[in-house]
């Protein structure tokens, strides 16, 4: 299968016709168009403990590092995967919280536990507030996880529904930026792996509302089992 162009990377996903392509020059009068990311560190999380950490490793298992679409899909996920390939994951899942605190949870895992041969990468939703802080927290976790490993890494879309037009606009154009980098990334990297869950929901316009309750989150069990199927291939395909 072909990889999507610049362009088609960039427009993936898009709802609001005409929508345009900014530069990752470009700003918006407040900041990027998406507001600002609000407190998130008294959000739900799902965090696994010591006991069941050390099984994943024991087992090569995975590690998962999300947001609150994790939060709401990781059990069903565990389930799909430990089902298909007897995989078991050790979760760090935390809603609303943007990709640099993931990443510092990756590092403290990575120091305190060690790490196993596949990492999953689930955020980057909650970046669209400052999308150019992106870049660099993909090769921090790149560097961290070292090229030995593979890391899968969910791309991103948001526009979210409760917003007006200007604002979905912009929560458009830095899904589709965050994408963007994520894309270069796996240029330099090549044992990133992208699970491409923006132009899954792009190939028809219906998947919008049909798998996504409020643009963002997946509804359930439609959205929840298309995400959690892709994520299910990308890792039986290594």
């Known amino acids: ?9 960039f427009l993936a996903g898009a709802v609001v016709a005409g929508a345009t392509v900014v530069s990752t020059e470009t700003a918006f009068a407040d900041g990027y168009g998406s507001g600002a990311l609000g407190p998130w560190e008294g959000s739900s999380k799902a965090i696994s403990t010591t006991a069941q950490i050390n ?13 609150s679409i994790s939060v709401q ?8 995967l430990l089902s298909r390939t007897g995989d078991s994951i050790a979760v760090h899942n935390w809603s609303g919280r943007p990709t ?11 120091s305190a536990y060690g790490m196993p041969r596949r990492i999953l990468m689930a955020t980057g939703s909650n970046d ?29 879309q948001v526009v979210r529904t409760s917003q007006t037009a200007a604002v979905q606009l ?17 240029k330099r990297h090549p044992n990133l792996k992208i699970v491409r869950w923006a132009e899954f929901l792009a190939a028809k316009p219906s998947r919008l509302t049909s798998y996504l309750r409020d643009g963002v989150h997946t509804t359930a069990p439609l959205g929840q089992d298309a995400r959690n199927e892709l994520i299910v291939q990308a890792i039986e395909a290594g």
């Open 55 to 67: 099984p994943v490793l024991a087992n090569d298992g995975l590690y998962m590092f999300g947001d």
């Open 100 to 110: 640099a605190p993931a990443v510092d949870a990756l590092a403290e895992w990575a």
């Open 128 to 156: 669209i507030f400052t999308p150019p802080v992106f870049a660099a927290q993909v090769d921090r976790t790149m560097s961290i996880v070292g090229s030995s490993r593979t890391v899968y890494w969910v791309n991103t």
């Open 1 to 9: 299968m072909n990889k999507p162009s610049r362009r088609q990377l």
């Open 73 to 80: 899909d990781g059990y069903s996920l565990a389930q799909r």
């Open 170 to 186: 912009a929560d458009q154009r830095n899904s589709a930026w965050i994408n963007l980098q994520l894309a270069d990334a796996q």
